[in-house]
């Protein structure tokens, strides 16, 4: 598309995570008043571009100091943005170190003191996934047993039954998944991201594929992924190595505090992928875990830097910035803004 000038219009695509993760580090910053303003309003006329071009400067240079340091719930929206765009944000190592010493100490096999006293019926099932991911099964098997005694009926004893060492077959997890359509109404304990992985325990495909039309657009891509890899799988679409890939960007995109949600995908991967006991499997994924790359810097995620290059490069032309947002992605462009593009928050 040409511009006034009868010049070919210089544009760049993103994505509307990369755009939403950029934006969430600006807000971050203090002293670039425009930057703040016309790159998340719609654009920047060009008699504003000289400033807009010195804030970059000071911008850029900041991220190449701050650390990527993403926490949650402060940070939900950027820990969301990271997952789709299939960025770490957790450093596992340092889950992984704490779990080693707990065990170095035999905490979870005679759990005592303090830990007794605070938690009479044992550590919670959440507190549990770890140790067993990192290699401390045989100190946890009793308090899973004890937890899945104690929270009978519930999915969540059927994963420590699992997790301690005892067979579950696939239509006692099949139960707690009802018609798909039901996947529509809010779920809260267990959550969706529980829930859908389970109607898949048996291949199923139209089943399958229904779940996955309902939940649309309400879940993290990477446990999306994995699960349409599987419907391949089943269809003899997709080869084994791109399963293994896509249920290893998964478990990367999974924080601590989520760490239950790895059960029922983990047990995906058992079953139609790599036949092995739950806590070889756990113990597996707790291996990647502990390898994954944490981006030290904010300008070490590649996204973000993506997207602060192409407003820096539309900038430079002197032309102005246009901000025009669309379903799932972003086009910045090197024109004046729209008229009403400061009204409206981007």
């Excluded at 755009?19 to 006329?45: D, E, I, N, Y």
């Excluded at 990367?252 to 989520?258: I, L, M």
């Amino acid at each position: 598309m040409p511009t006034e000038r009868g010049q070919p219009l210089e544009s760049r695509h993103l994505s509307a995570p990369a755009w939403s993760a950029f934006k969430s580090w600006l807000l971050k910053l203090t002293g670039v008043p425009v930057s703040r303003l016309r790159l998340l309003t719609g654009g920047c006329p060009a008699e504003e571009l000289p400033a807009l071009t010195k804030e970059l400067k000071r911008v850029r240079a900041d991220f190449k100091k701050r650390p990527n340091e993403v926490s949650a719930p402060a940070d939900e929206g950027l820990r969301k943005d990271y997952a789709a765009l299939g960025v770490p944000w957790s450093a596992w190592s340092e889950v992984a170190s704490e779990v080693q010493r707990d065990l170095k100490r035999n905490r979870y096999a005679r759990w005592t003191g303090v830990d007794a006293l605070e938690f009479p019926e044992g550590p919670a099932f959440g507190d549990l996934v770890p140790v067993v991911l990192f290699g401390g099964v045989e100190q946890a098997r009793a308090h899973l047993l004890r937890r899945a005694s104690l929270a009978a009926g519930s999915l969540e004893a059927l994963w420590c039954r699992w997790l301690g060492g005892e067979r579950l077959e696939p239509e006692m997890l099949r139960a707690f998944a009802g018609a798909p359509e039901q996947l529509a109404e809010p779920l809260y304990t267990p959550g969706i991201e529980e829930v859908l992985p389970l109607y898949f325990v048996e291949p199923d495909a139209l089943r399958a594929e229904r779940a996955l039309e309902v939940v649309a657009g309400k879940l993290g891509q990477p446990l999306l992924d994995f699960l349409r890899s599987l419907l391949g799988l089943w269809r003899q679409e997709t080869p084994t190595e791109d399963v293994r890939a896509r249920f290893d960007a998964f478990v990367a995109s999974v924080s601590p505090s989520k760490v239950s949600q790895l059960c029922a995908p983990t047990y995906l991967y058992g079953r139609y992928v790599e036949v092995l006991p739950a806590h070889a499997l756990l113990e597996q994924v707790g291996s990647r875990l502990e390898r994954i790359a944490v981006p030290a810097k904010v300008a070490d995620v590649q996204p973000v830097m993506e997207a602060l290059t192409a407003v820096e490069e539309l900038t430079a032309m002197g032309l102005g910035l246009r901000v025009e947002q669309g379903p799932g992605k972003v086009l910045l462009s090197a024109q004046e803004p729209e008229p009403t593009g400061g009204d409206e928050f981007l």
